[in-house]
């Protein structure tokens, strides 16, 4: 298959693009260089200024969701077998409902060595945890 040919204009009037090379008559757009950016027109105030401006997008302000799991929920909800608990575990018991990152807090207290996966940790959960013989870790996802 054959490569089609580069349409060269401004070569005399035989070719068929001489004179105005296909450009039509002068004017802001027939001139070399032309840059009219997308929305100008020629002046006038643009449409995306003329019409009011209506209502406020939070999405750039969006801030993420933290679900809230607090050591007095896992020890009255952990079955006695239950050693490692992680955001999967927490779900099936029903202490989150929601999609996000899980965040564990101190209010409560823990009686047995737990070793528990999470997103986030309060300094006072990490530290009951690890006083109880626990370990908490921070999981990436």
């Known amino acids: 298959m054959r490569k089609k040919?580069?349409?060269?204009?401004?070569?005399?009037?035989?070719?068929?693009h001489g004179g105005t090379s296909c450009r039509g008559n002068k004017g802001q757009k027939?001139?070399?260089?032309?840059?009219?950016?997308?929305?100008?027109e020629?002046?006038?105030?643009?449409l995306?200024?003329?019409?009011?401006?209506r209502g406020f997008s939070?999405?750039?302000?969006?801030?993420?969701?933290?679900?809230?799991v607090n050591l007095s929920m896992l020890s009255?909800?952990?079955?006695?077998?239950?050693?490692?608990?992680?955001?999967?575990?927490l779900r099936e018991m029903g202490l989150i409902?929601?999609?996000?990152?899980?965040?564990?807090?101190?209010k409560g207290e823990i009686d047995r060595p737990l070793l528990i996966k999470a997103d986030y940790?309060?300094?006072?959960?990490?530290?009951?945890?690890e006083k109880a013989g626990g370990k908490a870790i921070i999981s990436n996802k």
């Open 5 to 16: 040919r580069k349409k060269r204009v401004g070569r005399g009037p035989g070719s068929g």
């Open 30 to 40: 027939a001139r070399t260089g032309k840059k009219i950016r997308l929305g100008f």
């Open 42 to 46: 020629g002046g006038q105030m643009p």
């Open 48 to 53: 995306i200024r003329r019409v009011p401006k």
């Open 58 to 68: 939070n999405e750039r302000f969006r801030k993420e969701r933290i679900n809230i």
């Open 76 to 89: 009255s909800n952990l079955p006695e077998e239950s050693k490692e608990i992680d955001v999967q575990t």
């Open 97 to 106: 409902k929601r999609k996000g990152k899980v965040k564990v807090l101190g």
């Open 121 to 129: 940790f309060s300094r006072s959960a990490r530290q009951k945890i």
